[in-house]
Structures are given as C-alpha cells and as structure tokens.
C-alpha cells in the first residue's frame, strides 16, 4: 500500500481532470477492478464499505460483468472509501468551497465525462491527464511488473519487481 500512496501524487490536479485521474487511480489500484468494470460504476454502486459491480461499460456498450465471479461486491479499505467520499464532495460542493456544484443522482456514473455526462472514456483521461503530469516520485518502488487494472491481485500474489515511477506510469498506460 505504501507504493500505491506514494504514485497516487503524480496524477493529482485540482482541476476536474485531475481529481478525476487520482479518483481512477485510486479506486484501480485498491479494488483491482478491471477498465470496463471501473467505467460501469454509479453513485448507487458505492454504498460506504464496499462498491457493487454490477455492469461493466466497454466502448458506449453497457453490459454484465465479465464473469459471474466479477458480478459482486469489493470491499473499501478506509482510505479508498475517504478519497470516494472526497471526490463525491468535490463534485457536489459549492463553487466558493472548490467544488463543481453538481446534484449527484444514485443513477448518475462515478466516473463521468465532463461534456456529455456518459461514462468516462478512462484512455483519454489517461493520455490528458495520467501521462502528462509531472513525476512527483524518482525513485524506485516496489509494483507488478506485469501491469493491468486487476495489478492489485498480483501484487498481492508477491509478483513484483522495482520500477521507477516513470516506468509505472508507462506500464499503468499501455492501453491508452
């Protein structure tokens, strides 16, 4: 978890794309949920502890997740579970208090284009936003080497190796 901790500065911004990139980081990096899997998720599906998958969203299709397996419910550790409820805040906030003013409906998605107000198309956040940011962190750390959105279950299987966070972010981009 500290290496999560540690990237999670380089794609923050305080504008709406940047809150937004570290909100995906994020929630990525700590559910281990797949791209089509994080694009699917709606206010509804984040009930405090724990976030409901309960459709995936792949191009403008929106369908079942990808197994039956991946249709359940992913615990939040505290920290995840804080920075939701922070960009939740963020989005509904007022505009003196640094916020965007939105009124959040249950039906609405976590992650949503700032435009058309679909589902985030999450390669173009990452090619904005993810790649371009400036690396907050040089040195080496300890992550998968073999990156993708479920990289959680492999760190947790001990498959790592140490990477400079340039080289993570590259990795973390590939399918951008």
Do not use: H
């Not at 003013?101 to 993810?130: A, C, H, Y």
């Amino acid at each position: 978890m500290a290496e999560i901790l540690k990237l999670l500065p380089t794609c923050y911004a305080s504008d709406y794309n940047g809150r937004t990139a570290f909100a995906v980081v994020a929630t990525a990096a700590f559910t281990g949920l797949r791209l089509a899997e994080l694009r699917g998720l709606r206010w509804r599906d984040f009930q405090g502890d724990k976030l409901s998958v309960e459709r995936t969203v792949w191009w403008t299709k929106e369908s079942l997740p990808k197994t039956e397996s991946s249709e359940s419910t992913v615990p939040l550790i505290p920290i995840l579970r804080s920075f939701l409820e922070n960009y939740r805040d963020y989005l509904e906030g007022l505009a003196e208090e640094e916020g965007l003013g939105k009124t959040l409906k249950p039906t609405d998605w976590i992650f949503q284009g700032e435009r058309r107000g679909t589902s985030m198309n999450l390669p173009n956040l990452v090619r904005r936003t993810i790649i371009p940011a400036p690396s907050a962190v040089t040195t080496n750390i300890n992550i998968p080497m073999t990156m993708s959105f479920s990289w959680t279950r492999q760190f947790q299987s001990g498959r790592t190796g140490s990477v400079s966070a340039v080289r993570w972010r590259q990795i973390f981009t590939r399918w951008a």
